[in-house]
């Protein structure tokens, strides 16, 4: 199988370069029936946030797509999601994840949390080796993107995959309209 890539990027198997790659994300990668279907690009670690990347290796936000760490309370219990939306669109917070979440007022989770949590760096968080507790709620659009550009769990790399994978991710619920 060929590996995804994009142009000004250079693609490489996972497994070549776990460095790559935050231990989390790796293990999964390691196991995972279609990771002959993902590359790792490694970049600058100082453009690792969407819009400068984009920019810097001249691609499209259509072909980003971004991990977003949501939480909510009910009766308690509180309730977290990672959610993936393409980088050209924004996440509902206040309206799809309030209801998928069934709680009263979603906010995005605490940088501090969310990457204690997820043992992932801020800027490189990616729905590929979250906890398992987590939610993972992933935008239509998401799906389509022919080779999507999302999180390594490190902010020195990016994996590049299909979309469609994402939907392949334990416990991946595809959502219309979770992002405007």
Known sequence: M??????????????????????????????????????????DPAIADTAAMSEAYGLSLETGANCIVVA???????????????????????????RRLDVRKASFLAMDRATAESEMEYGGITPVGLPA????????????????????????????????LLAELPGAEVVAGLAT
């Open 2 to 43: 060929t590996l995804p890539s994009l142009p000004a990027l250079s693609s490489l198997a996972p497994a070549e370069r776990p460095d790559l790659l935050a231990p989390s994300v790796a293990a999964v990668l390691a196991a995972w029936p279609h990771a002959d279907e993902v590359a790792v690009v490694e970049i």
């Open 72 to 98: 909510g309370r009910r009766d308690g219990i509180e309730r977290i999601a990672a959610c993936m939306v393409r980088a050209d669109t924004r996440l509902d917070v206040n309206n799809a994840v309030k």
């Open 133 to 164: 507790e987590w939610r993972l709620l992933i935008d239509e659009r998401v799906v389509d993107i022919e080779v999507a550009v999302i999180g390594s769990g490190v902010r020195r790399s990016k994996l590049l995959l299909p979309g469609r």
